[in-house]
């Protein structure tokens, strides 16, 4: 049997699912599936809704928060609704952990503590309990503008380029407009070929990192920079953009200006970067300073610095 969380709210494993008869005790009338297994013995009177993430730590399952939120909650305004995996112990309960936190805004220990009362084998794998914490400090709101979530999902999108050697269209909008081109100039704060002084990217395309701190999305009790670190100055991080030429087809390869191909960094979806102060990037699109100028572009006025 599939364990009650609150009214109209039950989580299980694939035998809960299985065995769902068109008229339930529970009266279940939605099923929200997670796993590679195919959805068997489909009742035509229930309404499934399937996503395919396997059980791994590497697994993205927070891309998913957001819609399985609007999912779960519509169905429960409804009826009750079984959210399943195999097991019934780490994805689904992810799932409605995210959910709960959401809709109640809570913590992910609040709300991991209420879900685990109601079923006590759930156990998260590692990798998804980072990506709780990081729904959590967003606002449990999915937001690409949120530095550790860009940074998430360009390693995701990595590990694709590294299979299949080219950006799937449906990453596209990891790939940011062009800042080079007035009607994209959202911040003011621009940096500009050295040599041809055109607007190459923003203050918000870059990663900063500090110096000799572990870079990473995931919130970590040692992720405080120490007070002695710095902002590192060697090499800029910048996120991939549209003028890079290069970087939906090539895994890795050289960044130059698109006026005047000056050469300006290189990038690499495969291999990760040492920058001089011995930080470790990946994947990396950098830009060595000395090749650029920073420049604030107040509408028509410009003021170089
Ligand atoms: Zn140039
Ligand atoms: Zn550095």
Request: proline share 5%; aromatic share 10%.
């Amino acid at each position: 049997m599939p364990n009650l969380v609150e009214e109209n709210l039950y989580l299980g494993d694939l035998n809960d699912a299985m065995g769902l008869k068109s008229s339930n005790e529970a009266n279940i009338k939605f099923v929200f599936s997670i796993g590679i297994f195919p959805t068997l013995g489909k009742i035509s009177s229930l309404t499934y809704r399937h996503i395919e993430v396997a059980d791994l730590p590497s697994e993205d399952l927070l891309s998913h928060f957001d819609s399985a939120y609007e999912f779960i909650r519509e169905s429960q305004s409804e009826g009750a609704i079984l959210v399943h995996c195999y097991h019934g112990v780490s994805r689904s309960a992810t799932i409605v952990i995210a959910y709960l936190m959401k809709r109640d805004d809570l913590g992910v220990q609040t709300a991991f503590d209420r879900v685990k009362s109601a079923r006590d084998v759930i156990s998260p794998n590692e990798g998804f309990m980072h990506q709780l914490a990081l729904y959590q400090r967003m606002r449990m709101t999915l937001d690409l503008n949120f530095t550790p979530y860009k940074l998430y999902k360009l390693k995701r999108l990595s590990q694709i380029v590294k299979d299949v050697r080219l950006v799937p269209s449906s990453y596209g909008e990891l790939i940011k407009a062009d800042p080079g081109l007035t009607s994209n100039r959202p911040n003011p704060n621009v940096y500009k070929c050295k040599k041809c002084r055109r607007v190459l990217f923003t203050l918000n395309n870059i990663f900063a990192h500090n110096r000799g701190v572990k870079f990473t999305w995931k919130c970590q009790e040692d992720g405080v920079p120490p007070s002695d670190s710095e902002l590192c100055k060697e090499k800029i991080f910048i996120e991939p953009l549209v003028w890079m030429k290069d970087v939906k087809t090539c895994p890795s390869g050289k960044l130059t200006c698109p006026r005047c191909n000056f050469k300006l960094g290189s990038y690499s979806w495969i291999d990760y970067c040492i920058c001089n102060c011995r930080t470790k990037i990946f994947p990396f699109f950098y830009i060595t300073p000395s090749k650029i100028d920073f420049d604030i572009v107040v509408k028509n006025v410009q003021v170089t610095v």
